[in-house]
């Protein structure tokens, strides 16, 4: 699977200069007094105030810092110098720099090896980069397990007996494919081509039966991602912040995927800001907190009935002014009000590409595995007001209907781009369409 996050190419993870202070903003270069939006409740009206620079764009800071860069993590504290001195013999220069270079640099993740670890030889980091994609390839088959065995299994009891594959046969398969949520459009396509294939004599086994259906699926995942957004690296490394906007129902899990989310990217070396622009919802800040304190990303919000645009545009000025790489903007998950919604969305985004070229640069929307075809409905009436880019599956380890995986891409023509695996900060992994599909058959 690779990087989590890959705008930064491979050489530049070596030439990040962790073992340098970061760069201090001097007083005279503070960003003059910016004009904050501020709209009043349920209507276009914008008014114009001024509000000093310090208020834009001081961060609320819910959480720990930022990862402390490894010269910093491997100093001691200010508490133990008196001892340390104390304990001081005379060592020669060379030595102390000896010594200095066999002490191992504590990692804060088990995805810092690629980007932090800068003490070990490129075989070691390779070996350990291919150690973690092992582990993750194994955690995302785990992960549709439920699925294979109801697929597979009921493909199995199918063909069991049978010397031929007759229209009994493809009538059963088709309620094994639709009991997965593969989809009724998918299921009679894929069935379309197990028929031209029998009529050519080139079905004719169990095996050859499973392999038409995985190159179906496939070929349906690979040409979703021909549409919205499939990789962050179209998008130039110096257009920053890289702005992603998050939507979804409430309850799909929306608040922990932007944990998650952040955790993934920090660890990679990045520098991560949330912004808290649900305000609809009185909770939605406080759960954004308590994962902003999780995970040591700091975050913006404001109180209650705040304008989610006027957060959106104090997060935009916080992560400029520290060099952020990355803002993932939490929204209002509500569809009962979709024109209220629309408006909402449409104002952050007008708001977000005024201050940064190209933002948002994904909305990613959030779908719960479980819920299966009631997700989708769900999707489609986003699709139809947020302008989607991609899609997040959630919980995709607690359901036997993994299938809806292919289901959104066949009928959304979107690519699914994260994938929940489970429960913890780091059980979410990029949607792999090959590893997903052997993950079904295996």
Known sequence: MGLF??????????????????????????????????????????????????????????????????????????????????????????????????????????????????????????????ALEQEFSARFRRAVSATRESLSEKIDTVFAGRKQIDDELLDQLEEALIAADIGVPTTLEILETVRRGVARKQINDLEALKQAIKNELLKILQASQNQGVASETNVPEDVLPYVMMIVGVNGVGKTTTIGKLAQRIKAEGNDVLICAADTFRAAASDQLAIWAERTGVPLIQQKQGTDPAAVLFDSLKAAKARGSEVLIVDTAGRLHTKSNLMAELEKMKRVAAREVAGAPHETLLVVDAVTGQNGLEQARQFLKVAGVTGIVLTKLDGTAKGGIAVAIAKELNLPIRYAGIGEKVDDLVVFNAEQYVEGLFA
């Open 5 to 130: 996050w890959r705008r930064k190419t491979g050489d530049q993870f070596v030439t990040l200069g962790l073992n340098e202070p970061e760069p201090r903003i001097a007083a005279d270069e503070a960003v003059t007094p910016v004009q904050v939006p501020v709209a009043e409740h349920g209507s276009e009206k914008v008014e114009r105030e001024t509000v000093p620079a310090a208020a834009a764009i001081e961060p609320v800071v819910t959480g720990a810092g930022p990862t402390p860069l490894p010269a910093e993590a491997s100093r001691p504290h200010s508490s133990d110098s008196a001892v340390s001195r104390k304990m001081e013999t005379p060592v020669s220069t060379e030595a102390k720099r000896a010594s200095t270079r066999q002490e191992a640099v504590p990692s804060r993740s088990p995805f810092a090896t690629s980007v932090l670890g800068l003490n070990l030889s490129l075989e070691e980091l390779q070996a350990q980069e291919a």
